[in-house]
C-alpha cells in the first residue's frame, strides 16, 4: 500500500496545502462579510434590512455546489458579456481559486450573518446603554464592549460553521482548482486504487476537523475566561 501511495504523497501534500489556504481565505472573507451583514440586519434603514435578509434565505436556500457553478461559469460570462457590450474591458478569466474563495465566502457570509446576529442578541443591552451614558464613541464602544463579547458568543458557531465550510472546500475540485480531492481523485484514477486515495483524502479531512475542534475549544475556553475576569 505504502509503495502505491509513496509516489503521490508530494501531489497529496500540495493539494492538502491548497485546500487549507482555501478554507482559511474563505473563512477570513465569511467573517468581514457576516460582520457587514449584522451591520446591515441592524441597521434603522429598511432597505439595508431587506438586503441581508434576501441574501441570507436565498443562500441557504441554494446548493453549495449549484452556486459554486453558477458564480464561476455564470459570473465569468456575465462579466465578459458587459464588457463586450460596453467596451469597459476586455475578456476577464477568474481564476479557479479566486472562484473557490470567493463563492465558499460569499456562502458561509450568510451562516456568519446569523451567528454574529445572534451573538449581539446575547449583548445586555444595559451594557451598551451605559457605555453611551458614559460618552464613549461609536468606536470606542464597539471594539471596548461588543467586540470581545460578541466574538465570545459566537465562538461556538463560528467553530461549527468552519468545521462546514472545511467540507465546503472539496466543492473546488468540480471548477478544476488541483485541492486535496482533485489530486487524489487524479492519483486513485491513475493507479486504479481510487478507495485507496480517496480513504487517505477521508483521513486527512478527519485529522483537520479533530485539530480545529481542539483549537476551538481551547480558544472558547481563553476568550471566555477573558471576558468573565473583564466584567468582575
Known sequence: MYDIVRPFLPLI?????????????????????????LWGSSSESRLANRVVLYYTTIVRGIPDLVLMLLLYYGGQTFLNQIGDSTGLWGYIEISTFAAGVGTISFIFGAYMTE???GAALSIPRGQIEAGLACGLSQHRLFTRIIWPQLLRYALPGI????????????????IGL???????????RSTHHM????????????LITIISGILIRVLENRYGLQVAATAE
Do not use: E, H, P
Not at 467553530?159 to 468540480?174: D, I, P, Y
Not at 488541483?178 to 486513485?188: H, I, K, P, Y
Open 195 to 206: 478507495f485507496m486515495f480517496m480513504g487517505l483524502t477521508f483521513i486527512v479531512y478527519l
Open 13 to 37: 501534500l500540495q493539494g492538502t496545502l491548497v485546500t487549507l489556504t482555501v478554507g482559511f481565505c474563505a473563512l477570513f472573507g465569511a467573517v468581514i462579510v457576516g460582520l457587514l451583514g
Open 115 to 117: 451567528t454574529f446576529r
Open 159 to 174: 467553530g461549527n460553521n468552519w468545521q462546514v465550510l472545511m467540507k465546503t472546500t472539496a466543492l473546488v475540485s468540480v
Open 178 to 188: 488541483q485541492d486535496l480531492v482533485f489530486n487524489s481523485f487524479q492519483a486513485g
